[in-house]
């Protein structure tokens, strides 16, 4: 099992910036990649961007350039960095890691709210 544990959403104005956190714990050893997805309410989630192991990032093209991730893989903590922040960035935000079996944990999201 692994266990996923966000923090840093909060609301912020339009053109604001925001930082997520998301550390991991448990059976990290298994952990292959590590991301984040966002769900808007009424909406699927959506993914958002994926860091392997080997730092190589995979981002929706629709966020590269604004959302920048990095990634710690020696503590397994993943970071998203948010710029330029506008009204339908509004979602929960959420961590997930995909482990060298194929299974996919989640964490339990973050409210980041872009509002004037």
């Known amino acids: 099992q692994v266990q996923l544990v966000e923090s840093g959403g909060e609301m912020v104005q339009p053109g604001g910036s925001l930082r997520l956190s998301c550390a991991a714990s448990g059976n990290t050893f298994a952990i292959l990649a590590m991301g984040w997805y966002r769900q808007a309410p009424g909406a699927q989630r959506e993914f958002l961007v994926y860091a392997h192991n080997d730092d190589t990032f995979y981002y929706n093209e629709a966020v590269k350039g604004r959302f920048t991730s990095s990634r710690l893989s020696a503590n397994y903590t993943v970071s998203l960095q948010m710029n330029d922040l506008r009204p339908e960035d509004t979602a929960v935000y959420y961590c997930?890691?995909?482990?060298?079996?194929?299974?996919?944990?989640w964490g339990q999201g973050t409210q980041v709210t872009v509002s004037s």
């Open positions: 997930s890691a995909r482990t060298r079996s194929r299974t996919d944990y």
